[in-house]
């Protein structure tokens, strides 16, 4: 085997993991769902009166419910198990998104460099990554040692605490590694001069924290952060390094805590629920049932003006329904439109900014991962929080269609003519029978008592992997493989983000910042309109630098007690921050789903974020209609 070939194989050393862990984890939770929802079942069935005559001539009621309290301990270990599982392929993934340069960042000021200045700053970048792990491998490691000495087991599955802990310093290990193979690299790519600038600008922003004991915690924290982030470090690794560099000079928590709270902070039932959706949409994507989407949208509302620019929309609000995801939504639906519009006629920045646009509804229209990650923030009901998301997200996909439709007539882009009788349109919705069961899955599954959250998204995951492979059968098992992957190292770049979050929350928490932001805006005013569109515009502006998943967790602890001190039920909160934020997904520098829609068209983003201009109106038209009417938000709860 060439060196070469060797070390390409060492570079994928942690995708077998992340592969069978996460088809794993969907396993064991689709078990568990199976297994409590029978036992329940049948448990009820003998315990009602009025089944007890006929079922006593199979067996004594007494009998049946005796035996099935006897097998309740058959799923106490899934839950837990799938969880350790969960945090381990969550952190084993960033290894591979060091080594790719993959984690959300913000790159505004990156990418006003030349190539030799940015590659001097990724040496800055890489040498912060790999003092950050350094300190995680070290707490963890003495974690690790801590639980050999003092031992404890876990609840259900009896094993010493050790064995789940130790993901710590082995995945901080192989980001150690992987920081140190990307400063090799770059090492070719520079002279030791500029090297070496790197190298000192990396020293020059830890200095502060080690040079400086007077500066307040809050001061420092702050910061800190703003700096890594218009330096370009990945928004997780920011607010890791930002904590940390602010414990060790002041003090403001012990630094061994740290290693505790990367791993308790991930562990949590409900945010499994984000890699699940991934799982979903990435899966039935792949599965090829976008296309039969688009066939049932084609027919509602293809024959008129800018037919096939409704039916992207729609079909977005469709497949919104199944992934929760942005740019999950754009990648499977522009794929199929894009190019379909630009082959009828339409002007192709108009297509991918209108694609761009209507993939935000991915993230308003339930399950919806932001949804997900504000209620675990927000420690609000998630089933709450996607039944207010129904009607902001249909009146935004009809705003959007509205613009649409004036466009494309004043353009005289006009429908395609075809079949749209009732028998074609049945026809169509039976086609995609499959994709349309997915919602009422997911939906049904959590209102109907049923399913959990993270049950009814590992439900959803495994049904889009059989319809995917075994009834559409597009979805090969090289298919599978690479959205595995995908779906794995999408959600764990999310996941640790949070698990960073929640030591900088713990930080601001006890140096009483959100308490402080709140008491100083009603000190300017009391008034609630005021306040609601201080806190719009402040979205808005978050929106264009930040990544909305990594604002949510960052602002969340911020704004929440300012809202709720005004009288904002926090549901309909969550609803104005996920839309406010998922407007960011078209705006420049950082609109992720501009930067899809760019690729599948070919087109520069400028003159897609330009052609996105009347959308973007509409969309803060609906913003404020959304903050100003909470009963479009609440009226289903």
């Given amino acids: 085997m060439t060196t070469s070939a060797l070390s390409h194989r060492l570079n994928q050393i942690e995708k077998p993991f992340l592969f069978f862990g996460l088809l794993l984890m969907i396993l064991i939770i689709n078990y568990q769902t199976l297994f409590r929802y029978s036992l329940s079942s049948l448990t009820q069935l003998a315990s009602d009166p009025s089944h007890r005559v006929w079922l006593s001539h199979l067996i004594q009621p007494e009998t049946l419910l005796n035996a099935l309290r006897a097998k309740v301990g058959w799923a106490t270990w899934t839950e837990e198990l799938a969880r350790y599982i969960f945090i381990w392929i969550s952190y084993l993934a960033i290894p591979l998104a060091i080594l790719s340069n993959s984690s959300i960042r913000v790159d505004l000021i990156h990418n006003a460099l030349s190539l030799k200045q940015r590659n001097i700053v990724w040496v800055a970048i890489h040498l912060l990554s790999l003092f950050l792990t350094a300190v995680f491998l070290k707490m963890g490691s003495a974690h690790i040692a801590m639980q050999l000495q003092f031992p404890q087991t876990t609840p259900s599955l009896k094993i010493s605490y050790a064995i789940p802990y130790f993901i710590l310093p082995l995945a901080f290990g192989l980001m150690c590694i992987r920081s140190l193979q990307c400063l090799f690299a770059l090492r070719t790519q520079l002279s030791w001069r500029d090297y070496g600038l790197g190298a000192v600008f990396a020293l020059l922003l830890l200095a502060p924290a080690f040079l400086t004991q007077t500066s307040s915690a809050a001061s420092m924290l702050f910061g800190y952060f703003f700096v890594f982030i218009l330096v370009g470090v990945p928004i997780a690794f920011a607010l890791g390094l930002a904590s940390v560099l602010t414990i060790l000079s002041t003090g403001a928590l012990p630094l061994d805590y740290t290693a505790q709270i990367a791993f308790v902070s991930i562990d949590s039932f409900p945010i499994m629920a984000i890699p699940f959706f991934i799982a979903a949409g990435v899966f039935m ?353």
Avoid at 314 to 332: E, K
Avoid at 341 to 347: E, H, Q
Avoid at 505 to 519: D, S
């Fill in 285 to 637: 994507g792949a599965g090829g049932l976008s296309e039969r989407l688009l066939g049932v949208a084609d027919k509602l509302v293809g024959s008129l003006p800018g037919g096939l620019a409704l039916a992207s929309v729609m079909t977005c609000m469709f497949f919104s329904a199944i992934s929760g995801s942005g740019p999950a939504t754009v990648a499977a639906i522009g794929a199929i439109t894009i190019p379909a519009m630009t082959k009828r006629g339409y002007n192709t920045y108009f297509s991918a900014a209108l694609v761009a646009c209507a993939g935000a509804i991915g993230v308003i229209i339930p399950p919806s991962n932001p949804f997900v990650v504000y209620g675990v923030s927000a420690q609000a009901s998630i089933g709450k929080l996607f039944i207010a998301g129904i009607l902001p997200g249909l009146l935004m996909g009809s705003a959007l269609m509205l613009a649409a439709y004036f466009i494309s007539k004043k353009q005289g882009w006009r429908g395609e003519p075809g079949d749209r009788s009732l028998r074609a349109i049945l026809r169509a919705i039976y086609d995609a029978k499959w994709a349309l069961l997915v919602p009422v899955i997911i939906l049904g599954g959590i209102y109907g008592g049923i399913m959990t959250p993270t049950e009814s998204a590992a439900v959803a995951a495994l049904y889009g992997l059989i319809i995917g492979m075994f009834v559409y059968k597009e979805l090969s098992w090289s298919k599978l493989w690479s959205a595995t992957i995908e779906a794995a190292a999408t959600s764990s770049i999310i996941i640790v983000l949070m698990a960073m979050a929640t030591i900088f929350g713990n930080i601001m928490t006890i140096e009483q910042i959100p308490e402080t932001v709140a008491q100083y805006v009603l000190s300017l005013t009391e008034s609630k309109t005021i306040i609601l569109l201080l806190i719009i515009a402040l979205l808005l502006v978050i929106g264009v630098f930040m990544e909305a998943l990594a604002a949510i967790v960052i602002i969340t602890p911020v704004l929440l007690p300012l809202a709720t001190s005004i009288g904002i039920n926090p549901i309909h909160f969550g609803v104005i921050m996920v839309v406010g934020l998922a407007i960011g997904f078209i705006t420049p520098p950082v609109g992720v789903n501009l930067f899809v829609a760019s690729s599948i068209a070919k087109v520069g983003i400028e003159k897609i974020a330009k052609a996105a201009f009347p959308f973007l109106l509409m969309m803060i038209a609906v913003l404020l209609v959304i903050t100003f009417v909470p009963s479009i938000s609440l009226f289903l709860l």
